[in-house]
């Protein structure tokens, strides 16, 4: 097994440290045009971080099973060495790249993603708003286990990227030197990733690199002031009402649905998906 650090662990008193800088930053230089920070919401949000810490250890059981299994079936092995780890970090951020992408576009995943996207403030405590069931991840990195990547190595790459994404998370940086904006995910990217308006919406879904959306068509720049959170924000700071609520809501659509078309595009469909007769007569009504 592949002697590797945990990038979490060692990187939590960069995290508090950073934090507490950014958290003094407003103190002494407050920004009209920042968020900034509120008690409850930075506190919801280190409580979802931690009670993700709790549930992650949880669902790798599973995971780690399968990981294993695909390992031990595959004849293929990559090693790790200086040379290969930069390359599984790049195809890492890949699969990373359509994992993202595919938890904002189907319902039944975003309901594990939205809560990172839940608060309405953007500062490096909302890096940290974390979900607890991640059980939805794991399907997007079979195949790098596939072709020899090592269950640890993977691992390791994860946290990597997990950890590069922390500090993009403020508002205090408001553009890096253009080359570094071109290959990089940035602040500047990230802040139109949790952006709630129209434009904006389901874009910049990089992790360590902004590349793939240059290729995939989904990057826009920073132009007009994000507003954060959600489309239709919960207004709680209670965590497990953060954790739940998207699938609670598929709950009672479900209960309220006419026929399997219906449920079925209620949880695989996209966060906003209803039926057409649904769409059309809201259509009406607002026309009326």
């Known amino acids: 097994m592949p002697n590797l650090p945990d990038v979490v662990l060692w990187s939590i008193p960069a995290f508090v440290l950073l934090t ?3 958290v003094i930053s407003y103190r002494i230089h407050p920004d009209d045009d920042a968020d900034g920070y509120e008690a409850k919401d930075a506190a919801t949000s280190v409580g ?21 299994a695909v390992y031990e079936l595959t004849p293929l092995r990559i090693p790790v060495l200086w040379w290969t780890v930069p390359l599984m970090l790049f195809a890492q951020d890949f699969f ?12 039944i995943l975003w309901a594990c993603h939205v809560v990172h996207h839940s608060s309405k403030k953007f500062n490096l405590t909302t890096a940290l708003r974390q979900p607890w069931t991640s059980l939805t991840v794991w399907p997007f990195y079979v195949p790098l286990v596939a072709v020899g990547v090592h269950p640890a190595a993977l691992a390791f790459c994860s946290s990597a990227n ?9 508002e205090r940086i408001d553009k890096m030197p253009r080359w570094f904006e071109f290959v990089f995910n940035t602040p500047s990217h990230h802040r139109v990733h949790h952006a709630s308006q129209g434009g904006y919406l389901d874009r910049n879904f990089g992790g360590i690199l902004i590349i793939w ?11 007009e ?7 239709k924000n919960i207004n709680t700071f209670n965590p497990f009402k953060v ?17 399997w078309r219906e449920r079925a595009g209620r949880v695989f469909g996209g966060p906003g998906w209803a039926p057409a007769a649904a769409v059309e007569q809201t259509e009406e009504s607002v026309t009326a």
């Open 20 to 22: 507490v800088i950014e």
């Open 48 to 68: 979802m971080g931690l009670g993700s810490l709790v549930f992650d250890f949880v669902w790798k059981i599973p995971i780690v099973a399968i990981y294993w």
């Open 225 to 231: 002031r994000p507003v954060y959170g959600l489309t």
């Open 162 to 170: 997990l950890v590069y994404q922390f500090w993009i998370h403020t």
């Open 213 to 223: 959306d240059r290729l995939f068509g989904s990057w826009v720049p920073e132009v």
């Open 96 to 107: 990373y790249y359509w994992s993202h992408r595919g938890h904002h576009v189907i319902r």
């Open 243 to 259: 954790a739940t609520h998207e699938y609670l809501a598929i709950g009672r659509d479900l209960k309220a649905a006419r026929g």
